[in-house]
């Protein structure tokens, strides 16, 4: 009697928590994004414009990519693609009044006409294949090199070179630059010198007059310093109440077991 007397005393008697030690909110290091600047020989780089609202920003993509196809349809009007060699109707006997001799002799010289247009006419599909295949990798190359540019308004920039450039100048910059996509960039934001290229309408002079451009271009890249910022971490932060702990404090009141406190402790103190 006297020792289940001892143990209800041992229940009855209140049960002291543990303070649970307060973690600090960890702070690191975030690095902001490079700024980049292209700037054209020695000249000075043309102030940054305000950023237009979002819907000016589409309103003005929609009118560029307007005039894009409008100038891609003036300058396939403009070109002649070339005609495949026609071989001529096969010739019969009775256009030759049935003379045999002389049909045979025109018979043996269509033939050989034959296999000439079609020789001609493979190889024409041959170079068209091969320079569709040559075109297709330069643009995937082109499109590889904007990424590496590492710029947020690359696509701003290319919009305002490609409403400026016709669509022949944009091909031959593509394909000859070394890397189309900083001399794209460099010009999108750089609208006089832009201009100044579209005025050459010349392409072989186009051509010298962009390579030039390209040797001229000079990248800088600048790194703004770290942002600290605050990492919420798992646990109790200092100054912080949790309300789950609260929460289990309660009806720990209400029904005197305390079990689940101690386990939600234990757990916090696993996590730090």
């Known amino acids: 009697r006297e020792k289940g007397l001892k143990m209800s005393e041992e229940a009855a008697a209140p049960i ?27 000249e000075s780089p043309p102030p940054e414009e305000n950023r237009a609202p979002d819907w000016v920003r589409e309103l003005r993509k929609s ?3 307007l005039q894009r196809k409008n100038r891609e349809l003036e300058d396939r009007l403009k070109t002649t693609e070339p005609k495949p060699v026609a071989l001529g109707q096969k010739p019969a006997l009775s256009d030759f009044d049935y003379d045999t001799e002389r049909f045979e002799t025109a018979l043996e010289d269509w033939y050989r006409k034959r296999d000439e247009v079609e020789r001609i006419n493979a190889a024409r599909r041959a170079e068209e294949e091969n320079q569709h295949k040559a075109w297709a990798d330069k643009l995937r190359t082109y499109d590889e090199s904007k990424t590496t540019l590492r710029v947020n308004d690359y696509e701003d920039a290319e919009a305002i070179a490609q409403e400026m450039l016709s669509v022949t100048q944009q091909g031959v910059l593509i394909a000859g630059c070394e890397n189309p996509a900083l001399v794209v960039y ?26 030039k451009l390209e040797t001229q271009l000079k990248v800088n890249r600048k790194t703004p310093p770290p942002v600290m910022k605050t990492v919420s971490g798992t646990g109790p932060v200092s100054g912080s109440v949790d309300s789950t702990l609260e929460r289990l404090r309660e009806e720990a009141a209400r029904t005197g077991d305390m079990s689940k406190v101690f386990k939600y402790k234990q757990q916090l103190r696993q996590k730090t």
């Open 16 to 42: 002291i928590e543990q303070p649970i030690p307060e973690v600090e909110a960890p702070q690191v290091e975030e690095q902001a994004p490079e700024e980049v600047t292209i700037t054209i020989g020695e």
């Open 63 to 65: 009118h560029r990519e």
């Open 186 to 211: 460099a010009l999108g934001k750089n609208p006089k010198k832009a201009k100044e290229l579209a005025a050459i309408t010349d392409p072989v002079k186009f051509a010298f007059a962009v390579a």
